[in-house]
């Protein structure tokens, strides 16, 4: 299968490296000219999983597309404020058939690739892996993950279905989901708890985690989201939820994870997700007339955190 990943940043390499060991035909696109550079000049390297590894892919830079080679799968893995231009700046690569596939973190995506993308060709998740950019062309991989997703088109759960084995084939443990914007919000709430606060409190989720009051910030937080995915007929089960949010402390999985909103704003001073993710939640809480005082506040919070470190 011709894969191409729109976004080759942290999580688009380990995706591409992924599907590349499990013998795909991979290209990546990203926007970064440093970071295209070094791919083309040295390979992709990672430590993964503690081995470090170099593979060679073929890479392109976003503002350079210099093929009309059709894909069969486009994975989109930019960030959300990125998402658009990719879109726009990919189109020689989509055909009719293409299927794009987006694993972005944050609410609402789909009303963006909708403009540019037929309905059934679009299929939406969201994913527990993780992976830090360690500079150009270098990215650090390590623990397990999963995906979830779903087709948005009527008739192709199927499709969907495909998709997901696809995924399995290569390691990336993904299984189709029949209520795709249940997990979409669930997986908002993990970025909507750890991703603000590890950022503000400089700290990976195994020592937010470890804190007195973490509990009760996270059980707020979430019913917050809960109450605005309430109103668009989402009913999330917040216990339920709330465990799977801690589950993300334990250092013997993804607690020792610094979160990419952390690695975004604290180590690279770039600006952040924020308003896709809590900032959503406020925006449709002030639509929705439901209030969300501790979303409002940690979406100011970033906002001034970015403000002092200059982030741009
Ligand atoms: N990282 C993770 O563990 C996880 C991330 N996600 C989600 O996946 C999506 C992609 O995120 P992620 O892979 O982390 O993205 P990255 O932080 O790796 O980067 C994406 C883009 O940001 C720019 N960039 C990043 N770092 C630098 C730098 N040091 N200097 C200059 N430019 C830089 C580049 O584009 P440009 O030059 O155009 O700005 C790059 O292509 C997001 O929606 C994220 O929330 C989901 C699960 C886990
Ligand atoms: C790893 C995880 C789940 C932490 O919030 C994530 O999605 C991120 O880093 O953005």
Redesign the pocket.
């Known amino acids: 299968m011709k894969v191409i990943i729109a976004?080759?940043?942290?999580?688009?390499?380990?995706f591409g490296i992924m599907l590349h060991k499990g013998g795909n035909d991979v290209t990546l696109v990203?926007?970064?000219?440093?970071?295209v550079n070094a791919i083309k000049e040295n390979g992709l390297k990672a430590n993964f999983n503690g081995e470090d590894i170099t593979v060679n892919v073929p890479v392109m830079l976003?503002s350079e597309i210099n093929t009309d080679k059709k894909a069969d799968l486009i994975i989109l893995?930019?960030?959300?404020m990125?998402?658009n231009?990719m879109l726009q700046d990919i189109k020689p690569l989509i055909a009719k058939n293409t299927k794009i596939l987006c694993?972005?973190?944050?609410i609402g995506h789909e009303d963006t690739i909708e403009k540019y993308i037929p309905m059934k060709n679009i299929f939406i998740g969201?994913?527990?892996?993780?992976?830090?950019?360690v500079?150009?062309g270098q990215?650090k991989l390590f623990g397990n993950?999963s995906v979830e997703l779903e087709n948005l088109g009527e008739n192709q759960e199927d499709s969907a279905k495909e998709l997901a084995t696809f995924l399995s084939e290569s390691g990336l443990n993904a299984k189709y989901s029949d209520n795709i914007h249940y997990s979409i919000y669930r997986?908002a709430c993990v970025?909507g708890t750890m991703?603000c606060l590890c950022s503000i409190l400089d700290v990976n989720m195994a020592e937010f985690g470890a804190t007195k009051p973490a509990h009760d910030i996270v059980v707020t937080v979430v019913n917050e989201f809960a109450a605005v995915a309430k109103h668009e007929g989402v009913d999330l089960d917040i216990e339920e939820v709330v465990s799977h949010v801690e589950s993300c402390f334990d250092p013997e999985t993804i607690g020792k994870?610094y979160?990419?909103?952390h690695?975004?704003l604290i180590?690279?001073h770039?600006l952040t997700?924020i308003d896709?993710?809590n900032g959503a939640v406020s925006r449709k809480g002030k639509k929705y007339n439901i209030p969300t005082p501790y979303c409002d506040l940690l979406t100011q919070l970033i906002h001034c955190k970015e403000d002092i470190l200059g982030a741009s």
């Not at 976004?7 to 380990?14: D, H, I, P």
């Not at 990203?30 to 970071?35: A, Q």
């Not at 694993?103 to 944050?106: A, I, M, S, V």
């Open positions: 976004g080759a940043g942290a999580m688009g390499s380990r990203d926007s970064w000219p440093d970071h976003q893995f930019t960030k959300s990125q998402l231009k694993l972005l973190n944050g969201n994913t527990m892996w993780t992976a830090g950019l500079g150009p990215v993950g997986k970025n991703n994870h979160p990419s909103m690695q975004d180590t690279n770039r997700e896709y993710i």
